[in-house]
């Protein structure tokens, strides 16, 4: 995986706990203890390695990335500096405040 601050390989630890009961195909799941996902067996053989891989790719974060303390941003990653040339622009609801104090409108 790829960092997401400083763009480096990242190796994570991947940790997931699931909790299967398995069933047959119609079968009543309403005496199983909650927390546990339903697994129900019909005529087809239970593929094994599509529920790991599945269960896996639940598992990995969203945005991978290093510990804070351990990333090495690129270099002008800290704060972007304002520029010279840059137009101040003014406010363009400045109108509406001046509205609002004066009472006559």
Same mark, same amino acid.
């Given at each position: 995986?790829?960092?997401?601050?400083?763009?480096?390989?990242?190796?994570?630890?991947?940790?997931?706990?699931?909790?299967?009961?398995?069933?047959?195909?119609?079968?009543?799941?309403?005496?199983?203890?909650?927390?546990?996902? %339903?697994?129900?067996?019909?005529?087809?053989?239970?593929?094994?390695q599509?529920?790991?891989?599945?269960?896996?790719?639940?598992?990995?974060?969203? %945005?991978?990335?290093?510990?804070?303390?351990?990333?090495?941003?690129?270099?002008?990653?800290?704060?972007?500096?304002?520029?010279?040339?840059e %137009?101040?622009?003014?406010?363009?609801?400045?109108?509406?405040?001046?509205?609002?104090?004066?009472p006559? %409108?």
């Amino acid at each position: 995986m790829v960092c997401q601050r400083c763009l480096e390989l990242v190796t994570l630890p991947i940790h997931s706990e699931c909790s299967y009961a398995v069933v047959k195909e119609g079968a009543n799941t309403q005496s199983l203890p909650k927390g546990y996902d %339903v697994l129900e067996l019909g005529e087809d053989p239970l593929d094994l390695q599509a529920l790991i891989e599945e269960e896996l790719l639940l598992a990995l974060p969203i %945005v991978p990335a290093h510990h804070p303390e351990e990333c090495q941003q690129p270099a002008g990653a800290d704060e972007p500096e304002s520029s010279k040339d840059e %137009v101040t622009r003014s406010n363009p609801f400045s109108v509406l405040a001046q509205l609002k104090r004066d009472p006559n %409108v």
